[in-house]
């Protein structure tokens, strides 16, 4: 496991942006668009879970992923008729590539911060976090430091806040 300093890291962009700017200069010529890196596990993986658990597509629920990076999770389940999902992520760096990568798909990207979502009351149907939370947390799970508990409360607060009651909030962690 990486040591604890290296994990406290991962709770600030400045972090993510070094990250998603150095897998944007490995792509081969410097115009290809940014190649996906998925945390945890793919959408083939998940999809039998999605399939259980995320209402059906027609319904038209809107979707929003917490710290989307450059997985393919949207443009996996907007494949599958999910089209009213909103992306958002803190890293400006990831967001301007996928706006560029997925310019076919008529869904939103925002850079934002999931503890402070520039979003209105009771908007969101389903919200699904897949490693961001993981990346707030270091240090000890059974008495974690003030950083940890002030991040992950901020962050909670805020999908509560902007799920409609009765909403879902996926957890991938
Ligand atoms: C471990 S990566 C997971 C990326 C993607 N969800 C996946 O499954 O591949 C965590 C992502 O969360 C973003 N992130 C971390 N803290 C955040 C915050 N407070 N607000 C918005 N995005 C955040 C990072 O920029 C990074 O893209």
């Not at 942006?17 to 792509?27: F, G, L, V």
Request: proline share 4%; charged share 25%; hydrophobic share 40%.
């Amino acid at each position: 496991m990486a040591k604890d300093e290296n994990r406290k890291e991962l709770a600030h962009p400045e972090y993510w942006n070094q990250r998603y700017a150095s897998a944007e200069k490995e792509s081969k010529d410097g115009s290809a668009a940014m190649a996906s890196f998925e945390w945890l596990r793919t959408f083939a993986n998940l999809r039998p879970f999605f399939e259980k658990y995320l209402p059906a597509a027609s319904i038209g629920y809107h979707i929003l992923h917490l710290g989307c990076g450059n997985s393919t999770l949207t443009a996996d389940l907007y494949a599958l008729g999910y089209t009213n999902q909103t992306s958002v992520d803190f890293s400006q760096v990831v967001i301007d590539a996928m706006i560029m990568k997925h310019s076919n798909l008529n869904t939103c990207w925002l850079v934002m911060d999931v503890r402070d979502l520039q979003l209105p009351d009771a908007s969101i149907d389903v919200a699904i976090d897949k490693g961001t939370l993981d990346a707030m947390i270091h240090g000890s799970l059974w008495d974690p430091p003030d950083d940890v508990k002030d991040n992950v409360g901020k962050y909670a607060n805020e999908v509560a806040r902007v799920l409609k009651p009765g909403g879902q909030w996926f957890s991938i962690t």
